[in-house]
């Protein structure tokens, strides 16, 4: 990868907790979602891992992750059944207490009234010390806590939580991106990528191939932070390309 | 999560390499495809990660999960372009040359002739003391080194690759799962899951809510490797969900 820019970059980790994801059983859709949302709030996600429902395996995720980048967002594990440990892995992790989270608890019983039961209660639990993250779409808040951010599995829950992070976590300029397309096989333009992406420091060039109607394609992908750098250089890869006897166009195939 | 058998495990991790997927741009859809793979194999699928393609970081990874796990398979970084670096990151972790595999060369000159260029001889480069897997599906072959298998990232190739390792790995007793569906909050049924998972040892219970049609409901899936034990303990969570009040069926709602 290039290096891109002096200042500061914002990284994240995500942490995705679950045996329904390591079985195969759910197809996990937080991951591009997430990527996407860090991206408009100027952070990069650097890394995902997935993790079984195990104390052990969770807490070293977290602690390598939560020391490596500037934020990690953990989804999935926090309901109210025996296999939701995320809370408890994470206080353990931290060597903090866990403790019941009092406008935690005022919204769970604003909600289930008199049916607030045990299991109800834990979706109020939190490390010691965390903060609520608000869930407008059901009533269980999401809980940050340092640099990490704890969150529902289920993608329009998580998807409420991110929305009422909007705008307020520190972050730097947004990568953008830029495609340029060509139906060739990408081992042709090979060269042409990597002399362009050399010549344009700041701008990282990515390929990928796709068979389509019987026909090799490639979309060449052009990552910057600067919007202007981008389509310059979109404009050299298709003249660099056409010297090289590949007719690209500017945009996704 | 509850300790499975006496008898030997086996594990696997998946390194899915790629700024695609960590940008957003793909939806990672080789993991639940490699995830059910495995549990036909008798191998479980411990932990996954996603990194950039960036030498440092996969080379990291794929040194922590290849000591942890018994196998790891990587997705994604072995084609012809400069952004595939997958087969120099693993090798330098290794401690190894790169080195042109002379099946993997005549493969390719099979295939591509004349125009055999450096960009498309890239794809026969492996770790020195490699092998090769097949790739039914296009030419350029997938790696194993050690425990440590090298796939492609477009899933229909991966697919090809894995069924040629069909069958050829070492693995334990699969493990199977069956479902138990109701219409109830998933916290309502809470303590009756954890008084059936723990008076079943060998039987993992996992609880999955959903909404749908404006009403709430949940799977719990059950896993273990015993079919018989699987439906004694299915009927036997019917039996104590009904005891307090939730109908729940045999099988997936």
Redesign the interface.
Known sequence: ?TAIAQERIWTAALLVI????????????N??????WL?VQGI???????????MA?IGAAVTALSAAYDYVFTTGGI?????DITVDAIAAALGVAVVVHPRAREILAGYYGDKL????L??ARVPEGAELIDNPRTMAPGIRIGNIFIMAG?PVITQGMLASLDGKLEGGAP?L?RSVGAWTQ??????T??AV?KANPGV??????FWRQGKTGANF?L?ATDEAQLASVAAALIAALAEVGIEAVDGEI
């Open positions: 990868m679950g045996d329904e994801i390591l079985s195969g059983r759910t197809q996990d859709a991951l591009a979602y997430i990527a996407k991206q990069r996600l650097k890394e995902a891992r997935v993790v079984i429902d195990d395996a309901g109210p059944t025996h296999d039961t045990d299991a109800r834990r979706m289920v990568v991106s990408e081992s042709q333009a090979a060269a990528l990597l992406e990282q060039i990515g390929s990928y191939p992908v990552r």
